[in-house]
């Protein structure tokens, strides 16, 4: 099984409100990350969680809150977003440690818009 | 300074054909390289990988060719079938940047039945 799920597939919020992107995999998997994608872009990363601690956050505004509740859900809280925030949001996980394999493995996706 | 390229955005290839989609890296430290295929308004779906010390990878009709030399990296597709219509996105890392993934800019592949 390697299946990564997201809630909910589509967004639409105000530049007031706040919502939450949810992640949930059960591979097994003790890594996990969030992306960010525009049209005909690859996706672009934001953040990674290596066993349910931040190991990295790519200069991301504040406005984008991650938490990674334990092994197999992350989150991601919106709070004040700006219409070019609108894209596509994924999230992805992957095996960590002495692992000689190294691919990630993306849900489907949150389609967001900010008006 | 784009380290993975993909210098052909798109390719089109009749049914039943090889499509053969290539990319470039200029970073000798990257030691893993995997090819995604992605639909609009999807995830992108991981397809295949190789590791460095390979220089060859098949799995059904996809195989990935590693010529470490040249930097070059290349996805066959045999046969290729209107469902493989998708954009193909080249990847690497390396030990040494978190394992991070390096994309390239995506080949957008146009199968014709």
């Known amino acids: 099984d390697t299946e990564v799920t997201q809630t909910p597939k589509h967004l639409v919020m105000g530049m007031t409100n706040k919502k939450s992107l949810k992640c949930e995999q059960h591979?097994?998997?003790?890594?996990m990350y969030w992306y960010k994608q525009k049209a005909k872009k690859p996706p672009e990363l934001m953040f990674v969680?290596?066993?349910?601690?931040?190991?990295i956050n790519e200069s991301v505004p504040s406005r984008f809150s991650p938490e990674c509740p334990n092994s197999s859900l992350l989150n991601l809280h919106l709070h004040a977003l700006q219409p070019e925030d609108s894209a596509l949001y994924l999230c992805?996980?992957?095996?960590?440690?002495?692992?000689?394999?190294?691919?990630?493995?993306f849900g489907p996706g949150t389609r967001l818009t900010v008006t | 300074d784009q380290q993975v390229k993909q210098n052909s955005p798109s390719l089109s290839v009749q049914e039943g054909r090889i499509s053969i989609l290539n990319c470039d890296y200029t970073?000798?430290?990257?030691?893993?390289f995997l090819w995604y295929k992605k639909y609009p308004a999807e995830g992108p779906t991981f397809l295949i990988s190789?590791?460095?010390i390979k220089d060859k990878n098949e799995d059904g009709r996809f195989t990935v060719f590693l010529n470490k030399s040249a930097k070059h990296l290349s996805l066959h597709i045999v046969p290729s079938q209107p469902g493989d219509s998708a954009v193909y996105f080249c990847?690497?890392?390396?030990?040494?940047?978190?394992?991070?993934?390096?994309w390239g800019l995506g080949t957008s592949l146009a199968v014709n039945p």
């Open positions: 992805a996980s992957s095996q960590q440690g002495h692992s000689s394999s190294y691919e990630q493995y």
């Open positions: 591979m097994g998997h003790r890594a």
């Open positions: 969680y290596s066993y349910e601690k931040l190991s």
């Open positions: 970073n000798s430290m990257f030691d893993y």
């Open positions: 190789i590791s460095s």
């Open positions: 990847a690497a890392s390396n030990a040494g940047n978190n394992r991070k993934l390096i």
